[in-house]
């Protein structure tokens, strides 16, 4: 059975910084793309950051320089640094494994910035 379990989200104030876990188990997690999306209120889920089986990297425009995101295979674990945090950047965070014909989901975990 895969399991997607997001982790770390909650409150922060405007500038602050939180780091999304995402821990995976039923896949061969090295053979995947690891994707953070999000979806806030009334908006549609967008990919926000992604990491390839050779951890090449790709970002939406609006949070480059600031989220970093990384995995570490041997745990397999994929992480999002979220740094300089705006209002914006509010939304239910949702992990993703995807491979051709294979996507897979958690749960979501919130993230509110607010002061």
């Known amino acids: 059975q895969v399991q997607l379990v997001e982790s770390g989200g909650g409150l922060v104030q405007p500038g602050g910084s939180l780091r999304l876990s995402c821990a995976a188990s039923?896949?061969?997690?090295?053979?995947?793309?690891m994707v953070w999306y999000r979806q806030a209120p009334g908006k549609q889920r967008e990919l926000v950051a992604a990491i390839t089986p050779g951890s090449s990297t790709n970002y939406i425009s609006s949070v480059k320089g600031r989220f970093t995101i990384s995995r570490d295979n041997a745990k397999n674990m994929v992480y999002l640094q979220m740094n300089s945090l705006k209002p914006e950047d509010m939304a239910v965070y949702y992990c993703?494994?995807?491979?051709?014909?294979?996507?897979?989901w958690g749960q979501g975990t919130q993230v509110t910035v607010s002061s």
């Open positions: 039923g896949i061969i997690f090295n053979i995947y793309t």
């Open positions: 993703n494994a995807h491979k051709s014909r294979a996507d897979y």
